[in-house]
């Protein structure tokens, strides 16, 4: 954050009315952020001065005029509201002081000789930011922090559901990515559906400091951790390990065979919680985002290229033997990630394509990351591939993965065709195919610096370090 040697300001005029509350809000946060003022500290100011805004709107004769002010120093972030009619204002102005956040400061005070000034102010030395947008990324400090000894890890009740929202509000605003955590109602239908697994940490007085979910597509049978919050006084403590451990007990009851995460490449501390939670990498998903798709709060040393992912997996209940088809190049590979996620394998001999076509399915999400999957594999599937990759460049994809069952007998067919196109190897989805595994390659259209990726264990650089050099042609069939 900026260490300004003095305090510098930003103003706005506007009309006192309920539906400019918007307006104010994503005007304070931007001037917030602007000024180098954390994220979260920022969004709870906007959040601040969002609902005072309300509270005083209520009051105006729809014609009043308010003036903010926000100053930015070393300690501190200050918003001014100011604005004419003592009298219509007085009883209003009186209340705001209940209607706040307890940890949020405030106080007003006449101003001119018909007027009121509201301040409120956030403190920068309190407030510990986001690193990135799961809790689980803040580093942890030598800092003080209230002992976690009382705390447990909980399955939510429905009655648990407004205090979650008041968590993630702590800490991100009302800018979080799934809106859904903010509203009880869709939020507890999510988890009554099946879509949404939840865990929550509990402090010692039985409020919510926590939470992480498994958010699972209808009938699979992996589910992705994510939903992840840890309110700021209480990281550092391995929350998140302790929550994902309770998951892990949760997933097999609702007929789960595991869970995966997809921590990002741009700092290793998500990383580092996926290690401690006993999920071994099994995927490397290079160029899977835009370059601007990751958090605004921190320093990108993979600038200029698009964003990359590690996936993490582990099982949540004893894995069954496989029998694998393993492609000649990625043999020591695969057997190598299997190993790691404690599964025992037998490598069939190849026999080529087990069935008279193939079927397939192809996708491109609006961020330019293209799947071609095959669920089976026929003879023809060197054609088949190279239409599928005309099919979704055309649409936009920069980034490529093609999917296959790891134990169809054409896969080394397919895969030979695949390497002759630019393909190199992605990894392995683990029960990702209805309890079955997929084998993945993957394919980039534009220049990608794996020496820039951050990454945390010697797996997962082993790993990096093997994708590169198949991807420049160094590895042999």
């Keep these: 954050m900026k260490s300004p040697s003095h305090p510098r300001h930003s103003e706005l005029q506007v009309l006192l009315e309920p539906a400019r509350n918007d307006l104010v809000r994503a005007f304070v946060r931007e001037a917030a952020l602007a000024e180098g003022v954390p994220v979260s500290c920022a969004s709870l100011i906007a959040d601040d001065c969002a609902d005072v805004w309300l509270a005083l709107s209520g009051g105006a004769s729809g014609h009043d005029r308010a003036h903010i002010a926000l100053s930015f120093s070393r300690r501190d972030v200050k918003a001014r509201i100011m604005l004419s009619g003592h009298s219509r204002f007085a009883n209003v102005v009186a209340s705001l002081r209940g209607r706040m956040r307890p940890d949020a400061g405030i106080s007003c005070r006449e101003s001119g000789i018909d007027g009121w000034e509201v301040s409120l102010h956030r403190s920068l030395i309190a407030v510990v930011d986001m690193l990135t947008p799961a809790a689980e990324a803040a580093p942890e400090t030598a800092a003080a922090q209230p002992s976690t000894g009382d705390v447990r890890i909980d399955v939510p009740e429905k009655s648990d559901t407004p205090a979650i929202a008041r968590c993630f509000l702590a800490v991100y605003g009302h800018h979080y990515v799934h809106s859904d955590v903010f ?88 990383q580092r919680n996926d290690e401690r939670a006993g999920m071994p990498i099994c995927a490397v998903l290079l160029g899977a985002n835009p370059e601007s798709f990751r958090p605004k709060d921190i320093a990108c040393p993979t600038a200029g290229q698009r964003q990359s992912y590690l996936r993490t997996f582990r099982f949540v209940q004893p894995p069954a033997a496989r029998t694998i088809q393993a492609p000649a190049p990625y043999r020591d590979v695969l057997l190598n990630i299997y190993e790691s996620l404690g599964v025992t394998v037998t490598v069939a001999a190849a026999s080529g394509a087990a069935f008279p076509d193939s079927r397939t399915s192809i996708k491109v999400n609006d961020r330019g990351y ?108």
């Design 183 to 270: 509203s009880p109602n869709r939020y507890w239908a999510r988890v009554e559906s099946g879509e949404l697994i939840p865990v929550i940490a509990r402090g010692g007085e039985g409020d919510v400091i926590g939470h992480l979910a498994l958010e699972r597509e209808s009938g699979a049978l992996v589910a992705e951790r994510g939903e992840a919050v840890v309110l700021p006084t209480y990281r550092g403590h391995h929350l998140l390990e302790r929550m994902t451990e309770r998951l892990s007990v949760e997933a097999p009851k609702r007929g789960l065979h595991g869970i995966y995460a997809e921590p990002l490449t741009i700092h290793t501390f998500s």
């Design 370 to 477: 293209g799947v071609i999957g095959f669920e089976r594999i026929g003879p023809n599937a060197a054609i088949e591939l190279e239409q599928a990759l005309r099919d979704v460049r055309a649409l936009g994809a920069c980034s490529v993965q093609l999917s296959a069952p790891i134990a169809d007998p054409g896969l080394s067919l397919l895969t030979e065709a695949a390497r002759g196109l630019g393909f190199f190897f992605c990894g392995v989805g683990p029960a990702f195919a209805d309890g079955a595994d997929l084998f993945l390659l993957q394919l980039l259209t534009e220049p990608l610096d794996t020496d820039k990726l951050q990454l945390f264990t010697d797996q997962t650089k082993a790993l990096v370090a093997f994708i590169d050099r198949d991807r420049n042609g160094s590895v042999k069939a």
